[in-house]
T-cell receptor
Framework: DTGVSQDPRHKITKRGQNVTFRCDPI?????LYWYRQTLGQGPEFLTY????????KSRLLSDRFSAERPKGSFSTLEIQRTEQGDSAMYLC?????????????FGNGTRLTVT | GDSVTQMEGPVTLSEEAFLTINCTYT??????LFWYVQYPGEGLQLLLK?????DKGSNKGFEATYRKETTSFHLEKGSVQVSDSAVYFC????????????FGKGTKLTVNP
């Protein structure tokens, strides 16, 4: 168990640019979640995958955001035409399919700064 | 919808003081309850959990009891240390669906020597 891995740890970009983040969940964890955390707030749910299927998307996930998990392993989160309001920590988490109330395992996050 | 309300901080205590951080919840189903901790510059770590009414979660001297009648899951520690300085998040997940976590806004704790 190597834990949930996220890359990059930090990303600074100019407004209007596109960015892509990667998440590698714990091996054999079927469920993968993306969250966004802004300064002084709790993490907010963005979307979740069960294997390669994206089963739920928050209304926070605007048209500029897209997430994929093409082979049911790693996932990517892309933000197009970034805005300053997108500056936040983006967290990824995973659990097995039959979690039965078990906690999500979080990565250390990708901190995005849009200038 | 499901939601978590926790005591807003910041909270500042002296070392060895008693800590309580209040957390109440609203859930459509039967939730599991969690406390996560985030140390400066680090990711979210599970501190403790409880999956059914009257369960007590405990870890590192912290405790919280799942109270269904008051829909609460207050975090307590009898004697805090400087190393406990962090942000604490109460969270719930409802079993049988996505099992996504719904978080409170967090409470920042600072413990002074």
């Amino acid at each position: 168990d190597t834990g949930v891995s996220q890359d990059p740890r930090h990303k600074i970009t100019k407004r209007g640019q596109n960015v892509t983040f990667r998440c590698d969940p714990i091996s054999e964890h079927n469920r993968l979640y993306w969250y966004r955390q802004t300064l002084g707030q709790g993490p907010e749910f963005l979307t979740y995958f069960q294997n390669e299927a994206q089963l739920e998307k928050s209304r926070l996930l605007s048209d500029r955001f897209s997430a994929e998990r093409p082979k049911g392993s790693f996932s990517t989160l892309e933000i197009q035409r970034t805005e300053q309001g997108d500056s936040a920590m983006y967290l990824c988490a995973s659990i097995p399919l039959d979690a039965g109330g078990s906690p999500l395992h979080f990565g250390n996050g990708t901190r995005l700064t849009v200038t | 919808g499901d939601s978590v309300t926790q005591m807003e901080g910041p909270v500042t205590l002296s070392e060895e003081a008693f800590l309580t951080i209040n957390c109440t919840y609203t859930a459509t189903g039967y939730p599991s309850l969690f406390w996560y901790v985030q140390y400066p510059g680090e990711g979210l770590q599970l501190l403790l959990k409880a999956t059914k009414a009257d369960d007590k979660g405990s870890n590192k001297g912290f405790e919280a009891t799942y109270r269904k009648e008051t829909t609460s899951f207050h975090l307590e520690k009898g004697s805090v240390q400087v190393s406990d300085s962090a942000v604490y998040f109460c969270a719930l997940s409802v079993r049988g669906g996505s099992e996504k976590l719904v978080f409170g806004k967090g409470t920042k704790l600072t413990v002074n020597p």
